[in-house]
């Protein structure tokens, strides 16, 4: 099953009983429980930019658009969609945020639930449902986008997506920390924030890491050096972002706290591919609210059945 | 009924008397009025919670209160028992290194900020009324304020609540980080109809190393605007980007609250920049070239906090000094893409002008976020009319323009007439659908948000008056 549009999508869901697997570019599809269903949703047809004006610093697109094409069409404005998600850029927007997946730049640049703005998607009752807006900032009504966002196609399948989108930062430089771990916790303590912190290797993990939104690899460390073609003692990689001044301030007090030494910024590109920390819909808290969230949406259990490990 | 709220309370927080109610009658939005049946003000967690169970053994519909400050009728109890939570202030817990504070509903949001600066910390979410309105109402709101053009709205800040359903049912929200729907999420903002706040874990923000503030000032109010859109989409993010009218400026610097503004201005813009000292003042002189660009006749810097506290008191306080216009003020709150905001202004005017009302444009430019206020003399019918059909082709321009009707100050009963307007009748159910998720008998601030006949399957609350009656 392959609709067209978003009408016939809600044809079909307001009449069929049967279980359905929901399906983006396909990439990440085993991050649950086995699905029991009937049917393949597909929703490739469902691509492409529908709106985008960039001085607003907001895009409108299908949910099928790829992470890629986003940051294509984004690029040449000197702005970026800061959903840079673990795994490859070959997802698509709607599974991103279907599954809330936040990447490494999440704690600076924002979680999928801080940058949808709106989306529209088709409940198992087959109602069309347009959530949010299009613009930065909206409290009408209750908030379905929050709702949706993360709730991995349980309660609705998204077909379009209101995004927020942040200026490229002038300047962009990526360290490698290879000092003490407490120096580092000095620095994220101080008036430099990075866009991004990832803390390598097993070492004894540092406050840093839950307060700071600072992403720990810890399982594993040893082949995430090789895959990353770093060095073993290498601790930390950072990603400063903001003005030069900015950026050249906060490089001068990381060389006074350590050894650090600059990178290429491709190896976020591998970082997202091969650091992504263990994330899945495998444990999910079926609460008494989130069976009754679960009924008002998708009363049939029609919508990939099974993945949440929920019983029939 | 009401002896038993009597003992769960106390007889002093019981109140009935229809003169004693007054207080009651509105929020901070005057032009509505409705008198509650009862006022009942719990002093912990647990008389809270017992009184929702005692409403709920009866089937009696309540409304929750913070301080009232709210500006679209959202806390009235029309008929209802009116929850007032101001007692419930407690800071439970203030972690400084993890920089998160987990406080009870009343607490006054500016409070936890002063509380918590003595670890360089505060609480980014900042609402005008911030000197006066709770957490919990600030929750329920999803308030915004001046700083959440860079920092975000509540919603951005809350990591936890514990909040009581309306049967009195206490359980934990939080944002489904670790495998689980948003409940937390779609709990903040949904104006006291899906339960009543009992605590909050909120996330605190340190203070930024430096500020800079300035005051942008045009002779042409579409200037301004144009301004706004140019910092913005040159990828500057100002911790805060305000815009004041002429008549806004005028009502300011004619009181109390003078700020020094320049009073012949079509418009200033209050721009405040932060960060790490190294690279502000550059910013700081982007953001000049960019208002002359665009426009500005002058441009004042504020970097001593003395001078900051002025220009920003006149914001801040400009509700307050339009008192000095007319007796009555309504606020409009809608949302407009930021490069529609010139085009926007100016159909405002020309609604304000054909409308025979005076316009004072005060508002979160950054964020598109427009509040049009109008003074007016509430005993004046012919003028009620006119402003309240100025309202609504502001309203219909702002959806025609791709924008919202409420970016910060919630639907409530005032938005009410708009929301069939903004959303299709299946999302309005879908909101029905999660709204029964929490509060199935509707009982929690009944006939907000959504309008009653959107919902297929609505029934109006019963009357607590009547529902009392038969059991005391
Ligand atoms: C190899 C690999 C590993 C990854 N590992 C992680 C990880 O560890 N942690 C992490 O957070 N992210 C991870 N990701 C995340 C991934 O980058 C994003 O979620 C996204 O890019 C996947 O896109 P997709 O279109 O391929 O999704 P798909 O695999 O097609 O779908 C993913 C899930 O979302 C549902 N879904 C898809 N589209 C919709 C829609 N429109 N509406 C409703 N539901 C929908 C599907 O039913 C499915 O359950 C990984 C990705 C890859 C490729
Ligand atoms: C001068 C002025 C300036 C303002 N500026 C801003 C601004 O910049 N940004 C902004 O967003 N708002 C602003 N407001 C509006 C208002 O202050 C906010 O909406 C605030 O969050 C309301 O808090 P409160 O405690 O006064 O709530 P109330 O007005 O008492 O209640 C508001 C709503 O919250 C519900 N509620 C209250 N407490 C609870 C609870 N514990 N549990 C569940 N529901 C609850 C009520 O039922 C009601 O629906 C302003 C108001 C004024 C008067």
Known sequence: MAPNDTRELADFLSETTDGLRIVGAGRWLDAGNPVRAMHTLRLERFAGVRQYVPEDLTISVGAATTLAELDNVTRPHGQWCPLLSWGDDSGTVGATIATATAGPFAASLGRPRDLVLGLECVDGLGRVINAGGQVVKNVAGFDLTRLMTGAWGSLGVITRVHLRLRARPAADETWVLHGDPAALDAFLRGPHAPLAALQLGSAASTASVASFGAVAVAAGADSVHRRLGLDPSARWLLRLGGNAADVNAAVKQLQQLGDCTQHDANIWTLVREHCAPPASATQWDWSPLARRVKHQFDPRGILNPGLLGERA | ?472
């Open chain 2, 1 to 472: 009924m009401i002896a038993d709220l009597r003992r769960i309370v106390g007889a002093a927080q019981v109140i009935e008397r229809p003169s004693a109610l007054l207080a009651y009658e509105s929020d901070a939005l005057p032009g509505y009025r409705r008198r509650p049946a009862l006022a009942v003000f719990p002093g912990s967690r647990e008389e809270t919670v017992a009184v929702l169970r005692r409403l709920a053994a009866d089937g009696i519909p309540f409304v929750a209160r913070g301080a009232g400050t709210g500006l679209s009728g959202g806390a009235l109890a029309d008929d209802c028992v009116l929850l007032g939570l101001h007692r419930l202030k407690r800071v439970l817990e203030i972690d400084p290194a993890g920089r998160t504070a987990t406080v009870e509903p009343g607490v006054v949001n500016a409070t936890l900020t002063r509380l918590v600066a003595p670890h360089g910390l505060h609480y980014a979410p900042d609402p005008s009324s911030q000197s006066a309105c709770t957490i919990g109402g600030n929750v329920a709101e999803n308030a915004g304020g001046p700083h959440c053009l860079k920092y975000g709205v509540t919603m951005n800040h809350v990591l936890r609540a514990t909040v009581a359903l309306p049967d009195g049912e206490v359980v934990t929200l939080d944002r489904g980080d670790t495998g689980g729907y948003d409940l937390l999420g779609a709990f903040i903002g949904s104006e006291g109809c899906f339960g009543v706040v009992l605590d909050v874990t909120l996330r605190l923000t340190p203070n930024p190393a430096a500020i800079i503030t300035l005051l942008a000032d045009f002779t042409r109010l579409g200037d301004a605007a144009a301004a706004t859109s140019a910092i913005v989409a040159a990828g500057v993010l100002p911790a805060a980007l305000e815009l004041m009218d002429h008549a806004t400026i005028d009502a300011v610097e004619r009181s109390i609250y003078a700020a020094g503004y320049p009073a012949d201005a079509a418009a200033v813009l209050l721009i405040e920049l932060d960060g790490a000292a190294e690279g502000l003042d550059g910013e700081a002189d982007r953001v000049e070239a960019l208002c002359r660009a665009s426009g500005a006749r002058g441009i004042r810097r504020a970097t001593d906090p003395a001078e900051r506290a002025r220009l920003w008191q006149g914001r801040k306080k400009a509700f307050g000094a339009m008192g000095r216009v007319s007796p009555h003020l309504v606020v409009q709150d809608a949302v407009v893409p930021r490069t529609q905001l010139a085009a926007l202004l100016e159909e405002i005017a020309a609604i304000g002008e054909r409308q025979r009302v005076r316009v004072c444009n005060v508002f979160h430019a950054g964020d598109g976020n427009l509040h049009p206020n109008i003074p007016y003399d509430a005993d004046d019918p012919d003028e009620v009319a006119r402003v309240h059909a100025a309202m609504r082709e502001i309203m219909e321009r702002c959806i025609a323009a791709g924008g919202t009707i409420t970016g910060e100050h919630g639907v409530g009963l005032d938005k009410l007439p708009y929301m069939e307007a903004l959303f299709t009748p299946p999302t309005l159910e879908a909101m029905c659908s999660l709204r029964e998720v929490f509060d199935p008998e509707r009982r929690a601030n009944p006939g907000k948000v959504v309008p009653v006949h959107a919902c297929k399957e609505w029934h109006a609350a019963p009357s607590a008056r009547a529902a009392g009656r038969t059991s005391t």
